[in-house]
């Protein structure tokens, strides 16, 4: 079965920078889209990064500058890389698969995957 697993969340520094790596397994298909997904407390989970189907990458605009998204020759790990951090992006940091391609809409990440991972914490004080 498909297995993701987050790993590197932590407390950080304002202004600071974390790596947060996903271990994917378990999907037998080459094709799929994953992304970086976020929960702040008391708000709606958002997209950060996604990676498409084809390989192209798409931020969330809000985010623009400061993530960048990668994925390893295997495409077995998916890296997430926050620069400048904000308390505002504290938040559980969730990683996630789709069996279609990605789809954004106004600067935004559609949140529709298939699997999810269980979630890393990152504090920024």
């Given at each position: 079965h498909v297995q993701l697993v987050e790993s590197?969340?932590?407390s950080v520094q304002a202004g600071g920078y974390i790596t947060l790596s996903c271990l994917i397994s378990g999907y037998?298909?080459?094709?799929y889209s994953v992304g970086w997904l976020r929960q702040a407390p008391g708000k709606e989970r958002e997209g950060v990064a996604a990676l498409d189907t084809d390989g192209t990458?798409?931020?969330?605009?809000?985010?623009?500058?400061?993530?960048?998204?990668s994925q390893n020759g295997t495409k077995n790990w998916l890296?997430?890389?926050?620069?400048?951090?904000?308390?505002d992006d504290t938040a559980i940091y969730y990683c996630a698969l789709g069996r279609k391609p990605l789809r954004t809409e106004n600067g935004r990440i559609i949140l529709d995957f298939d699997y999810w991972g269980q979630g890393t914490q990152v504090t920024v004080s």
């Open positions: 590197g969340g932590g037998t298909s080459d094709t990458s798409s931020i969330a605009d809000a985010l623009h500058g400061r993530v960048t998204i890296h997430l890389r926050m620069f400048f951090l904000e308390s």
